[in-house]
């Protein structure tokens, strides 16, 4: 089992972006410090939800301040970039930090940022496999060409090579998120590996880990493959004496910051999107995730990795919006959590 941290880069109410963002690099760096295996950069535009316009330039500089973690994102929105400019970026991280990076990527939302980066709906709606699938064939391939509906040019030979780096990987791993039977249909015929969001429980994961399985199998990719594939389950994990504790320290803070980030969402094409009760959403996750007691964190970890069969953790650690905390919460998850599991 692999327990990394999942950054945001939250703005909380009363903060402003440079004090999120001092935070999440902060907090990559205490999270190397306290063991963990990796960082889980987010991205987002245009929102205080998280502060990170680009996930893999902040991944370039936390690459560039540490020596051990790997650092991953989580996700690249792939629809408002080229896919081989992204996987240009990719080749570049995986080769000079020594096969540390991992690139996720997905779909994103119907958002403004559509209009704005010139992608269009079509991008979001239908284009996701057609960018997904240059990528990775960037990625894998000594020189590309390309004659889709979006993209269609020359063949070109791939520089940076992903290749040549010192790793036994032949390119930097790729993870897709994955919330829909669709979506996990596209990475298991891919083979590649997913992540789930903190907003479903371990029953929820646990079938699309299993239709994964299922729609890799009808792919024709092998059992070893499939037993192998190192899925990532998003979540939260909130350290304190007591549970009650560790709760009321995300339900004083994360519902404003779910409230004000939220709420600045806005759709490319008008269409209505119904938000979630913060507080309601705070209590849901601190009921699915590990949140409480070091014991019972472990157990709730061991308990999830049991019922659904995935490897990996990507557990946000920043809800209490206050670097200090979240330091604290860091060190106790490397220090009191995760020698139980190991």
């Known amino acids: 089992m692999r327990v990394g941290s999942f950054v945001l880069a939250a703005q909380f109410p009363g903060q402003g972006p440079g004090e999120a963002l001092y935070r999440a690099v902060r907090s990559a760096e205490v999270a190397e410090e306290s063991g963990l295996d990796t960082v889980w950069l987010a991205e987002h535009h245009f929102v205080p939800y998280g502060t990170c316009p680009s996930a893999v330039t902040l991944a370039a500089l936390l690459l560039g301040r540490t020596r051990r973690i790997r650092v991953g994102t989580a996700v ?4 408002t970039v080229h896919p081989v400019a992204l996987g240009e970026q990719a080749a570049l991280l995986h080769v000079t930090s020594g096969g540390r990076f991992t690139l996720g990527v997905g779909r ?21 496999p057609e960018s997904l699938d240059l990528l990775v064939r960037w990625l894998r391939e000594p020189s590309v060409s390309a004659s889709g509906e979006r993209f269609s040019f020359r063949e070109v030979p791939v520089v ?16 897709v998120a994955c919330t829909s039977p669709a979506s996990v249909r596209l990475a ?9 969001g ?25 059992p070893e493959e499939i037993a192998d594939a190192a899925h990532v389950s998003a979540g939260v994990c909130q350290i304190a004496d007591r549970r009650t504790d560790a709760a009321e320290t995300l339900l004083k803070a994360m519902p404003g910051w779910l409230r004000q980030g939220l709420q600045a969402h806005v759709t490319v094409d008008g269409r ?13 996750l601190c009921g699915l995730h590990p949140v409480g007691t070091p014991r019972l964190c472990a157990d709730r970890l061991a308990a999830t990795s049991e019922r659904t069969g995935i490897s990996r953790f990507a557990l946000l650690v920043e809800g209490s919006g206050d670097l200090a905390a979240t330091e604290e919460n860091l060190r106790r998850l490397g220090a009191e959590v995760l020698p139980q599991l190991r």
């Open 108 to 128: 994103g939302g119907p958002w403004v940022d559509l209009e704005v980066f010139g992608a269009g709906l079509g991008a979001y709606e239908h284009g996701f």
């Open 198 to 222: 903190m907003h479903v429980g371990d029953e929820e994961k646990a079938e699309m880990v299993a239709l994964w399985r299922q729609f890799a199998r009808a792919a024709g990719h092998s």
């Open 76 to 79: 690249s929105v792939l629809p």
């Open 160 to 175: 940076p090579r992903p290749s040549e780096a010192l790793t036994e990987m032949p390119g930097p791993e790729v993870v």
């Open 272 to 284: 209505t999107r119904a938000m979630r009760d913060p507080l309601a959403y705070t209590e849901l």
């Open 188 to 196: 298991a015929e891919r083979g590649l590996p997913m992540l789930l």
